[in-house]
């Protein structure tokens, strides 16, 4: 007869067991005193961990891997500063719907609010920016927590979720059981949309003469790519892309305008403001997209289409809400615009697309006697193609490489777009690696930035993960600097970096364990991402010297309206249609 007496598992077996359970294959972490007990049985695992320098590290990474697979990222911590060297990455996945479970030790469940060494109500202290948090003192909770947290994650809006776990219930032995079921009270996501929302929706749509795409990051973490694409072509109305969205919808498509926003272009600003008819998926009505709120979009009704309720109407009130998974929401958006009577907009998307071609960026290789940031970035991008991975800082480089870059496939694109988190560009790159190994990512970092977390080199180098990382030295805190220039008289507070004397980026490179190169002219540009290109047996690292003054143009200086979107210093758009 068959041995038919339940598993007995000690909670950190069934910790493991869990995880391959739910599919993971890869988690990023750095063991410690109350985690130890999970690292022994994660030693014979089918679970590849990567041992990173640092805990920040290892929750970029594990959001760097989330954004590329679709899978939920994973990263590992002990408790106390461990576990709020994690809190940085959390912030970001909270902020940006990016789908990880962290997992950290807590000191033993008898200790815990006695201040015993290596506490910290990590918790309490992840609260606002977490979807859910779990914390187990019971080895028998254990496989119900991963249960719940990878579906919690990955679901509904998604987002962080942290399971804390007390070191003796890690250590003590119980029966592992399995939910085949998981009861969460509270949380049931809605995913169909109403029909008479999107019928609602579909009449504006027929009756706007101006209307605009507004496409956020929600439509990448839907994967609607495909209906939106025949959403555009239904309807010919014009798009446009948040920072998180951008390869939602290639650019190379006449009816993309681009970026909106702070640093939009001018024909996606342009369209926003004189549209009468914003159809809003997956956006939120970021700050950073519409400057002065009460002057935003001024004669535009507004279609508003998200998985998360919460986000419906918190910032623009919305004509027409739609709460739903927006995969079905455009699907069924599609079958009842297929048969309808349309208005022409033609003469709507005549003018923005004047826009679009009349305020084109071509930067120019060299400002007076450095390269130009811009053209740098430029010509990573058409050198490595739309199918490369990038992955950006954040600061005056992210900003160039949103508009730069050939962001043509969906998916191809990671930043730090809600936190604007520094520091997020070489671990998110390394998570990228990870999880398109064999495929091409690359980096682009400030000086600044960099710095934070180029450590990880170190783990790349050891791992085998050659992530490519461009290094735009303008010897400052860029975006900070343009702020000094633009509204605080020129005086330089504290950000120049002085990295044309320490470090000596190439050196640090060689130092790590990576490949170090330089480019200071206009000739050397193609060659070094070319011999870049060609290394893909360990990470790389290019520093570009480049001018510390260029400046990111176009720009809606804070707190003021997208009307005043200026083009150059003092220097606003021309908006007759006659000049178009």
Not at 66 to 92: E, F, R, W, Y
Not at 524 to 533: K, L, S
Request: aromatic share 6%; with cysteine.
């Amino acid at each position: 007869m068959p041995d038919e007496s339940p598993t007995v598992l000690t909670g950190a077996q069934a910790l493991v067991e869990s995880l391959e359970r739910v599919g993971v294959d890869v988690v990023f972490g750095i063991p410690g005193g109350a985690i130890l007990p999970a690292y022994d049985p994660l030693y014979d695992s089918k679970v590849r961990h990567i041992l990173v320098r640092h805990e920040q590290g290892a929750g970029h990474a594990a959001e760097g891997y989330a954004m590329v697979t679709g899978k939920v990222g994973v990263c590992m911590a002990t408790s106390g500063p461990g576990a709020t060297n994690l809190v940085t990455a959390i912030a970001d996945a909270y902020m940006d719907s990016v789908p990880i479970v962290a997992i950290t030790g807590q000191v033993a469940s008898k200790s815990i609010g006695t201040d015993a060494f290596q506490e910290a109500d990590i918790r309490g202290i992840t609260f606002p920016i977490t979807k859910h948090s779990f914390l187990v003192t019971d080895a028998a909770d254990i496989p119900h927590a991963i249960a719940a947290a990878f579906h919690i994650a990955a679901t509904g809006r998604p987002g962080p979720v942290l399971v804390d776990i007390a070191k003796d219930a890690l250590s003590s032995s119980t029966e592992f059981v399995w939910p085949e079921e998981l009861d969460l009270p509270g949380y049931h996501p809605v995913t169909r949309p109403h029909s008479k929302q999107l019928r609602e929706a579909a009449r504006l749509i027929a009756e706007a003469k101006r209307p605009v795409l507004y496409v956020g990051g929600g439509v990448v973490k839907a994967q609607a790519f495909d209906a939106l694409a025949e959403l555009v072509r239904i309807t010919k109305i014009p798009v446009v892309t948040t920072l998180m969205a951008r390869g939602a919808f290639p650019d190379s498509h006449e009816l993309n305008l681009g970026m909106p926003g702070m640093h939009g272009t001018v024909a996606a600003v342009g369209a926003l403001q004189r549209s009468d008819l914003l159809i809003t998926l997956g956006a939120r009505f970021d700050d950073r997209v519409t400057g002065k709120l009460d002057s935003f979009a001024p004669d535009a009704k507004v279609i508003h289409a998200d998985i998360d309720p919460a986000e419906i109407s918190k910032n623009r009130v919305a004509d027409v809400p739609i709460v739903g998974d927006l995969a079905e929401v455009i699907a069924e958006l599609n079958s009842l615009l297929r048969p309808a009577d349309l208005p022409d907009y033609g003469d709507w998307t005549q003018y923005v697309t004047g826009l679009k071609r009349k305020y084109t960026l071509d930067p120019e290789p060299m400002q007076e006697d450095l390269l130009s940031p811009e053209y740098v970035i430029k010509r990573i991008g058409e050198i490595a193609g739309p199918d490369a991975t990038f992955v950006t800082g954040v600061g005056q480089h992210q900003m160039w490489a949103a508009h730069l870059l050939p962001h043509e496939r969906p998916t191809r694109w990671l930043n730090s777009g809600g936190a604007g988190t520094m520091g997020y560009c070489v671990p998110a790159a390394m998570g990228a690696q990870v999880g398109r190994p064999g495929e091409v990512v690359w980096g682009i970092d400030g000086d600044g930035c960099f710095q934070m977390t180029d450590q990880e080199l170190v783990t790349c180098a050891l791992e085998g993960i050659p992530i490519k990382i461009a290094v735009i030295n303008n010897r400052s805190l860029g975006m900070v600097r343009q702020w000094q220039t633009l509204f605080y008289g020129e005086r330089y507070s504290n950000t120049n970096l002085k990295t044309h004397l320490v470090p000596d980026f190439p050196k640090l490179a060689e130092a790590m364990g990576a490949v170090g190169l330089r480019a200071t002219g206009v000739e050397d540009v193609d060659r070094v991402i070319n011999e870049a290109m060609a290394i893909n047996d360990r990470p790389v690292v290019v520093e570009f010297v480049v001018h510390k003054d260029a400046m990111v143009w176009p720009m809606v200086a804070a707190g003021t309206s997208n009307d005043d979107i200026k083009i150059a210093r003092d220097l606003a758009p021309d908006w007759d249609e006659e000049a178009l």
